[in-house]
């Protein structure tokens, strides 16, 4: 019996040692074909172009493969590929649809079985397997081709769209347009050639090695530790003053990361095993990255790459291997697997046009640095080969996290109108800093920002925030071995409080737990995205939370901007055990001779619970803020961090618009302050909407503020309330979001169209 599970099982094992994805496509035709015992088993392939691309067969000519093309409809293939349905024929050549090509010698061939390849939707290809006997083939047969081709489009989906062979370069043709899909790490439009840098050797590639005894190698590491403080410690201004504060507060943060008493126990835990100062490096820092790796919070995920910066920064420091200068002779485009601050520093500001990583995300200092410098970005590219680009000139689409290859003149052309235009665009947003996000209407919006590390500070106060939203109180927790002490809080606290004094800055209280296991405490659960996480986390260990709140209170002591803000609540009981810890803080610190006083309290409005329990809450609230990420994501169903079902998850859909204005209604009816925070703030078409349900606060990322301020400055807030109203009758949210995006194109601001 037809086992396709086992063939899928064995097919995904062997292409693990597949040297291109050209040898993965021929092993799949070949185990298919072997299972199967037919004469051909071939592999249609979707090209950028919409065309079904013969690119790998056995049993068909091989100088067929990458010459076969036709579009959906055309022929059986085409056929199977816009009907998303099987084909199962005992003579192919009578079927109406059937269209012969003289380059693959099939016409010996009757019996005919092709099954579409369909990924999230699309179709990805077409397997097509084919006899020469006149026969249908066999219920089993067709289901275990379905079943593969389900299994192959799930799995290697990716690599298997990489497969389809190029036009050949030696031919006196045009190289077809190459596009590589990333994430947005900052704005901007660049056209230069690719530098692509040398990979740093990464921790996985140290060599596990004895050490030369205990005193040698402890010596070592703290001679490499104390000369990569040095380095850090002097700073470094080859990046313009532009970017200087923004270098060095990320520069911070690897002191902080380096100066931890949990890392120097951990080193010298590993030494004392008998290995060399290298290897214990190396076990030290990938515990903790493990950990943060494993995150589903993408903030606390990129953070993962503090750790392996400032690892690999010690180890060259162990090895005496410093980085050589990048000196081209004219303004390129850096791309690597992973770009990080290193390279930043390695490099005149007045040559870096640009920033492609394969690795990285919009949360990453990669793309904190880089939208500091005002240079476009796109990271978390994947598994890409990008070598062949290598001094050839490319596009940075940094707008939509976009990276083209081999452009034609029309196109360069095309981006070059658009690079003048955003320039001016940019131009004209300077001004707004000081001005107030106000519209034509004289409605004044504030805008926050979100932040989570004193790196982050800096481009808030110089993009005009007007104060912190959004302060995730969860790095210090993160970065140590052990939970931090309330001195180590205050003084991080400290920092952020005084930066933005007298602007307000909402604190929210530790939202740990569940998929956001502390190194020092694992979590392990079946759900974790409805499990022990935020304030229920928190007041089973309310010992934790009391030092965090009174850490809080005595940073807030000389500033006297502190709002507290409960993350995850979904229960009246909640908040009120909550009070009670912040009254004991504040007993206690005023026994000590602190004169602190209570701050504002508010809440998140994450969990969906909350929208009907608002009006018991009411008296024990001073604001609320709508955690949009998490409201929407919980409102749907729908994960956003998985690929499956990401593309469901919409902050535009019907019933997330629904839930958010009946809580702003709600809101105002109880004479309660309300803002939101998460991506639906830095989104100008949901800002449309948000300000015509009447929120008149935003917290978004510092990067986002004068482009919305700029929509802002625009709108008419009788034009929004229309637009909400309207926006009821669309059927779908893209026909929701092209409504609001031709609003914003006819006042001017195309620009803004995502």
């Excluded at 209280?509 to 392990?524: N, V």
């Excluded at 919305?708 to 926006?727: G, T, Y």
């Amino acid at each position: 019996m037809l086992n396709p599970l086992i063939t899928a099982k064995r097919i995904l094992q062997a292409a693990a040692q597949a040297t291109d994805s050209s040898a993965l496509v021929r092993l799949i035709v070949e185990r298919i074909r072997t299972t199967l015992d037919v004469d051909v088993c071939s592999l249609y392939v979707m090209n950028e172009d919409g065309e079904l691309v013969l690119t790998a067969t056995q049993g068909l000519a091989q100088e067929a493969i990458g010459q076969i093309r036709m579009t959906p409809g055309q022929g059986l293939v085409g056929t199977i590929a816009k009907r998303q349905h099987p084909l199962n024929l005992d003579h192919a050549d009578k079927h109406p649809a059937f269209r012969y090509f003289k380059e693959t010698g099939e016409e010996h061939y009757q019996g005919f079985l092709g099954v579409p390849m369909i990924h999230l939707g699309h179709t990805l290809g077409v397997l097509v397997v084919q006899v020469r006997e006149t026969r249908r083939f066999t219920e089993e047969e067709e289901a275990f081709l379905i079943t593969m081709a389900a299994h192959l489009a799930g799995s290697l989906g990716g690599n298997i769209k990489k497969s389809v062979r190029p036009i050949d370069p030696n031919q006196n043709q045009q190289l077809p347009v190459t596009r590589f899909q990333g994430i947005k790490g900052a704005p901007g439009i660049e056209i230069a050639p690719a530098w692509v840098v040398k990979d740093d050797i990464r921790l996985d590639d140290i060599a596990e090695r004895s050490g030369s005894g205990e005193a040698v190698e402890r010596r070592r590491i703290a001679e490499a530790v104390a000369e990569t403080r040095e380095e850090l410690d002097s700073g470094l201004d080859q990046l313009g003053n532009s970017a200087n504060d923004t270098l060095n507060s990320l520069l911070d943060v690897y002191k902080l990361l380096l100066d931890s008493p949990e890392l120097s126990t951990a080193i010298e835990a590993q030494i004392a095993t008998g290995v060399s100062a290298s290897t214990a490096l190396k076990h030290a820092f990938q515990q903790q990255i493990d950990v943060f790796e494993a995150m589903a919070d993408p903030y606390l995920k990129a953070r993962a790459e503090d750790l392996r910066v400032l690892a690999i920064r010690i180890y060259r420091r162990l090895q005496d291997d410093l980085n050589e200068r990048i000196d081209p002779e004219q303004p390129v485009i850096l791309v690597g697997r992973e770009i990080n601050i290193s390279h930043f520093t390695r490099i005149d500001r007045s040559k870096l046009a640009g920033i492609v990583s394969l690795e990285g995300s919009a949360l990453s200092h990669t793309a904190v640095l880089a939208n500091a410098l005002g240079i476009p970005a796109v990271v978390g590219i994947g598994d890409e080969d990008l070598t062949s680009v290598n001094g050839s000139e490319i596009i940075l689409d940094g707008y939509r996290g976009q990276v083209i290859a081999h452009a034609p003149a029309s196109l360069v052309a095309e981006f070059e109108r658009m690079k003048r235009q955003q320039k001016a665009l940019q131009a004209d947003l300077s001004h707004l800093k000081k001005l107030p996000a106000e519209s034509k209407d004289g409605t004044t919006v504030q805008l926050h920002t979100n932040t989570g590390l004193l790196a982050d500070i800096t481009p808030g106060l110089e993009r005009g925030a007007e104060g912190v939203g959004l302060y995730r109180s969860e790095i210090p927790f993160m970065v140590h071995n052990n939970f931090p002490t309330e001195e180590e809080q205050l003084r991080i606290y400290q920092g952020v409080l005084e930066a933005y004094a007298p602007k307000p800055v909402t604190m929210r209280t530790l939202d740990i737990g569940g998929d956001k296991a502390l190194p020092y405490f694992p979590i392990q659960e079946q759900n974790p995205f409805l499990g022990w996480r935020g304030i229920r986390f928190t007041l089973d260990y309310r010992n934790i939370l009391l030092d965090q709140i009174r850490a809080m209170l005595l940073a807030n002591l000389n500033t006297q901007n502190l709002k507290l803000m409960i993350p995850m609540l979904s229960r009246e009981d909640e908040l009120l055990q909550f009070h009670a810890i912040v009254d004991e803080a504040v007993s206690q610190l005023n026994e000590e001779g602190h004169a602190v006083a209570k701050p504002p309290v508010g809440i998140m409005v994450e969990v969906p619970a909350v929208l009907w329990l608002l009006p018991r809450l009411r008296d024990n609230i001073d604001f609320v803020s709508i955690g949009s990420n998490d409201l929407t994501q919980y409102l749907l169903a729908v994960d956003r961090n998985n690929p499956r079902v990401a593309s469901l998850y919409s902050h535009l859909h019907s019933a997330v618009l629904d839930a958010l204005q009946g809580l702003v209604r709600e809101c105002r009816r109880l004479n309660l302050p309300v803002s939101i925070c998460g991506e639906m703030a830095s989104d100008p078409a949901a800002v449309i909407l948000l300000l015509g349900m009447g929120i008149r606060t935003l917290s978004l990322s510092a990067f986002h503020l004068p482009r919305i301020k700029w929509l802002i400055r625009h709108l008419h807030l009788n034009d929004c309330v229309a637009l909400l109203d309207k926006s009821r009758d669309c059927s779908t949210e893209a026909e929701r979001r092209e409504m609001l995006n031709a609003h914003i194109r006819s006042l001017g601001l195309g620009a803004l169209v995502q």
